[in-house]
Structures are given as C-alpha cells and as structure tokens.
C-alpha cells in the first residue's frame, strides 16, 4: 500500500460535495497508518482496480464531443492507455475534471453517465451545460476529438438499495437529471426491484430537455412514471409524442403534495442548483414533517 497523495487546495470543487476529496485523503491516510503498523493492507472499495482514481488524476481523451441539446453537450471520454481498468461508479457518483490552463486551475464536479451513444464507446460520458461566463464549463464544451484531459473519482454519498424504498420521488433541474438517470436505469434493469419511480423534471424549454428519447422509453416500466414542466413563457407549441407527459408551466409545489400520505419507505431525491436544492428542501421539510428521506445532489 501506498502512501496517499494529500491533495492540493485547487483539488477541491468548492461544491460542499461530502465526502470532500480531503474527507477521501484522511480515510486513505488513516488506512495507510493501519496498514504501516499491522503490516496488512486493508481492503476498502476505492482501493479495487478501477480505471479511474479517488487519489490521484486519470487521463482520459475526448472520443466525441456533439450537441446534446441546447447549450448542452455530451462527451465521451475513453483511457487510450493499453490495458486500462473498466472505469467504474455507483449510481448516482460525480468525477472530478481538473482544469488548468493560463494560469488558473481548478477542479469542477460532473456526473458520470455510461458512454455508449451511437456506435461510439467510452470509458464514460457526461453531459456539460454550458455557462454564459462559466469557467470550466465553456472550456469542456468546446473540446475537440484527441484532446487530453484529468479526472479524478469516484466521489459520491447516495447509497442505492434495491427495495429500500416503497417509492423514490425525484425532482431535477437541468443537467441535474444526470444523477437520475443512472440510478433509474439501475432500478429499471434490476428485475427483482419493486421501487417505484415518480420524477419531477424541470427544464427552460423544450429544446434543453435532456434524455428525452430514455424518459420517454421507461414510461413502458410499470414502476416509473414522470412529468416534465417548462419554466420558459415562450415556449409555444411542443411537439409531444403520444401521451409524452410535458407541461407547458413550472412545477407546483402541490404537485408533489398530491402523492400524500408520505410514509417511511418514501425517500426523495432532489438535484439542481444550490437555490432549486434548498428551496424544495425547505418547503418539503415544513410542509410535509412527515417526510425523513431528502437526499440533496
Ligand atoms: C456533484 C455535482 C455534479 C455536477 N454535475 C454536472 C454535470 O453533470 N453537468 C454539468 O454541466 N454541470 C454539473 N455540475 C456543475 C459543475 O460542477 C459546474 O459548477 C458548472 O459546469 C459551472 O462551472 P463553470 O466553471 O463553467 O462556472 P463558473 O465559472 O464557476 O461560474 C460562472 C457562472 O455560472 C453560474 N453557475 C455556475 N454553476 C452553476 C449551476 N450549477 N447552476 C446555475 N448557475 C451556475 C454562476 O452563477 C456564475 O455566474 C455539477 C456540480 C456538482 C456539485
């Protein structure tokens, strides 16, 4: 066992992510003192052969960089180095993306998503939406096939347990449907999980929502069933397919209200930005107390 790398102070993505990559380092720390006085090693989950690193950053190139949907971009990203280990996560991990360049460096979080999308296979993808202003974002979205980049993770706090929950009620906002998605896929393709699945989706517009086709496609499940409201008033006439449930208004508070009683074995996911996270966080806890599942993404 190796010593751990303490990570630098650009390292950290400033997100409030728990664990922190500094929380990863004292873990692997205190393991590593265990293992010079016992001799041992200990076995942990990031210490397996992963393809991508919790403590150090992993080279990955751009294999694809498309349009996704509005202002939002998908990218595959794929180890070139021969003999690479499958880059693995847990539903609902983000990665670490170092950017470093004119002087400024810095990490930024983003969602891992599988990375098989038109004949093009990866390591992993992710989806970028991309700021007026943003730093980091604008640079991702504008890389091109061949470039090299840096990712560290797994990170992640979310624990999926097959029928844990009687009901898992999702509310996303943008990009953060991406979280989602790879957990609803693992419940969906596990045959012996009876979850069922409500998601709220909020998007500006029609052109910015993202994994249209895949929602549209696990309303064939029995245990999934969504909705998808539209912030933007100039959003006029949606070409929807057949019973394809888009709302032309925002999500309502009530919305949610209406799938009272709340029980035990419901829990409830919600991923935004920080605004959209605290302010459903806050109205559900006064508004329903019964309510004790609220995972924040
Ligand atoms: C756990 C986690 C997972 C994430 N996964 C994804 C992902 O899969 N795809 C993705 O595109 N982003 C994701 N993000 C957001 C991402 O980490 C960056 O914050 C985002 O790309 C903006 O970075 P930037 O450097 O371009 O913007 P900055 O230069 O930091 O900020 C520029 C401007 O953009 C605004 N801004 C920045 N971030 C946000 C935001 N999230 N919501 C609203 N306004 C914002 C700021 O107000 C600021 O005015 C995730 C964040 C976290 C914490």
Known sequence: MEKPIEPAKEDCCNSGCNPCIFDIYEKQLTLYKKYLESGQSVNDNILQKNGISQLEYTAFNVVKNSPACHLHNCLIFKNVSEGSNKVRWKPGDHFLYKFNENKIACTRAYTPIEARIAQTEGDF???????????????????????????????????????????????????????????????????????????????????????????????????????????????????????????????????????????????????GSPNFNESYKTYLKSEVPEIENIVLF
């Open 125 to 271: 993808s992710i989806i970028v939406k991309k700021y007026e202003q943003g730093l980091v974002s604008s640079h991702l979205y504008n890389l091109n096939e061949g470039d090299t980049t840096l990712w560290r993770g797994p990170y992640g706090h979310y624990e999926l347990v097959a029928n844990k929950f009687n009901r898992i009620i999702m509310i996303a906002q943008g990009t953060g449907i991406a979280p989602f998605k790879t957990i609803i896929n693992a419940i969906l393709n596990n045959e012996d999980d009876m979850t069922k699945i409500i998601l709220f989706y909020c998007c500006k517009c029609e052109n910015s929502i993202l994994f249209r086709e895949e929602l549209y496609a696990f309303k064939s499940y029995w245990n999934f069933k969504y909705n998808i409201y539209l912030s933007s008033i100039s959003t006029n006439n949606v070409i929807n397919k057949y019973q394809e449930p888009i709302n032309i208004h925002k999500l309502k508070i009530e919305y949610i209200y209406d799938l009272k009683p709340f029980v035990k074995s419901d829990q409830i996911l919600i991923c």
